[in-house]
């Protein structure tokens, strides 16, 4: 039971060490991938915690997609590094404000009297599958509130598309309707000349 107690505090620690170097690193791709990191170890803590399921698709979806599409962006974009270190001081009252509210939540969700009254959790057997629980709670008792937030997420790629999609004049652009009703006397023409002397 040590050991498993000895790999929590060092992946916590990990955990918040990279987390405190992401926000206060200057470079934007060093940023990003302590961000990587800080998604590792607390996937690891996730294995630990036994929701191997939430563990692996933190890793495949933010690690494999979203933090691969943020070092694509911030590589290729030409940020001006002289900006953001102006901005950091001037931002560190409301960050800290902000760091001191959800450390106060996090103590009070996690104080001992509210802790004992919810109780050890009770062991699982061998055959237990988190990830079969949380299909039959989220199709079952979360169905509407899941259902509510594809739809949200349907209409936000939707707007996300009509905003970006823009008619700019002098681009040719192909009609598959004409083309599939083009004939062979449209596509190929004779023309006759008369013979070159010379």
Excluded: C
Aim: glycine share 4%; net charge positive.
């Amino acid at each position: 039971m040590w050991i498993e107690t000895l790999i929590f505090y060092f992946f916590a620690a990990v955990t918040v060490g990279s987390a405190l170097a992401m926000i206060t690193v200057r470079n934007p791709v060093h940023a990003a991938l302590l961000l990587v990191l800080t998604f590792f170890s607390s996937a690891f803590i996730w294995m630990l915690l036994e929701a191997e399921f939430l563990a692996i698709t933190l890793v495949l979806v933010y690690v494999g997609a979203v933090m691969v599409l943020f070092l694509f962006v911030v590589m290729m974009l030409d940020i001006n590094l002289a900006v953001l270190r102006e901005g950091f001081v001037r931002f560190l009252p409301v960050g800290a404000a902000l760091a001191l509210g959800l450390f106060t939540m996090i103590w009070y969700a996690f104080d001992r009297a509210r802790l004992d009254m919810i109780g050890a959790p009770t062991p699982k057997p061998a055959d237990y599958s988190n990830t079969r629980a949380l299909g039959q709670v989220l199709y079952t008792d979360y169905v509407f509130a899941f259902e509510a937030a594809a739809v949200i997420l349907l209409v936000a790629i939707i707007a996300a598309i009509s905003l970006t999609l823009r008619r700019r004049k002098g681009t040719k652009y192909q009609n598959p309707s004409e083309q599939i009703r083009v004939r062979k006397a449209e596509r190929l023409k004779v023309i006759k000349m008369e013979a070159e002397k010379r």
